[in-house]
């Protein structure tokens, strides 16, 4: 479906070290062409399908899953310093 950075790892890896929550949601933000939203859920919904990749067990719901086809989940700075996942 989809890949995960190097760099993604870690900062994946680092939000699990800080939470007991099992799932990372993904989802796209709309009001920002192809910026995504990540974050840690405790359950998955009805309306989600699950990916287990690289030792992480992801969430999406299955109107975004278009989105994440061939494509990676990177972990890059952005200009003002602020750190984000983004799906390229």
């Known amino acids: 479906m989809f890949q995960v950075s190097d760099a993604a790892k870690v ?24 910026k995504l939203k990540l974050t840690t859920e405790e359950v998955k919904n009805e309306n989600d399908i699950v990916v287990e990749l690289n030792g992480y067990t992801f969430i999406i719901n299955k109107d975004h899953v278009h989105y994440f086809q061939n494509k990676k989940l990177d972990f890059i700075p952005d200009q003002h310093g602020f750190k ?5």
Do not use: W
């Open 11 to 34: 900062a994946l890896q680092d939000r699990l070290n800080e939470t007991t929550k099992p799932y990372f949601r993904m989802q796209m933000r709309h009001s920002c062409f192809m």
């Open 84 to 88: 984000q996942f983004e799906i390229v």
